[in-house]
């Protein structure tokens, strides 16, 4: 099974409707992160939690909504879905004890279309 | 701001040397990495330099690192389709390190 999961995979919706990605993970890590992908722009933080009891934003936190449900679950929300938010969206995980480096574990990712 | 750069494509031969680059803004980086993506799947480590090393050698993996000229380098010996994916180079935020920034990624193809 993988460690990082994400739903739904796929997901087209229209302007102005509420989306929730969902993530999920079994590898007991405390810090999670939201990222989009956009052709030519790579990865841009949305969002990042270092516990059940913090929450960050990241470079481009507008629009988006998260919750960190428990440790295993962290949830992004977009309100009001607009077209500029379609994008690939990534859900990541680490753990701080692990070594000196910082290594990201990253889910499979979702697909979000805004028509 | 902090910044990474890459170029967004490079193509190579089967068995050739791929060579990918990185320039980065942040001198006080402790790690530099690289992650790879492939196609439908989210990014693995493939690997990291300490910033206080010049070069890293992992099998077919060579990473370079001028922190003078704050150029980071990838190069993939022997390439093979299977390496065929997007490269992203990384650096930690300098507020946080915790934080990763991400490069804009440069798309590897290989071709026979």
């Known amino acids: 099974d993988a460690d990082v999961t994400q739903t739904p995979r796929n997901r087209i919706t229209k302007t102005g409707k509420r989306i929730m990605l969902e993530c999920s993970q079994t590898?007991?890590?405390?810090?999670m992160y939201w990222y989009r992908q956009d052709p030519g722009l790579g990865l841009r933080l949305i969002y990042y939690?270092?516990?059940?009891?913090?929450?960050n934003k990241g470079e481009i936190s507008d629009g988006y909504s998260v919750s960190r449900q428990a440790q295993a679950k962290f949830s992004l929300s977009l309100e009001s879905a607009i077209p500029n938010q379609t994008a690939l969206y990534f859900c990541a995980t680490s753990d701080p004890y692990r070594g000196a480096y910082n290594e990201q574990f990253f889910g499979p990712g979702t697909r979000l279309t805004v028509l | 701001g902090e910044d990474v750069e890459q170029s967004l494509f490079l193509s190579v031969r089967e068995g050739d040397s791929s060579v990918i680059n990185c320039t980065y803004t942040d001198s006080s980086s402790t790690y530099l990495y690289w992650y790879k993506q492939e196609p439908g799947a989210g990014l693995q480590l493939l690997t990291y330099?300490?910033?206080?090393?010049d070069m890293k050698q992992d099998q077919r993996l060579t990473v370079l690192l001028n922190k003078k000229d704050k150029h980071l380098s990838l190069r993939i010996a022997d390439t093979q389709t299977g390496d065929s994916a997007i490269y992203f180079c990384a650096e930690s935020d300098r507020s946080n390190t915790d934080k990763l920034i991400f490069g804009t990624g440069t798309r590897l193809q290989v071709f026979p």
């Open positions: 590898k007991g890590h405390d810090r």
């Open positions: 939690s270092f516990d059940v009891k913090d929450i």
């Open positions: 330099i300490f910033s206080n090393m």
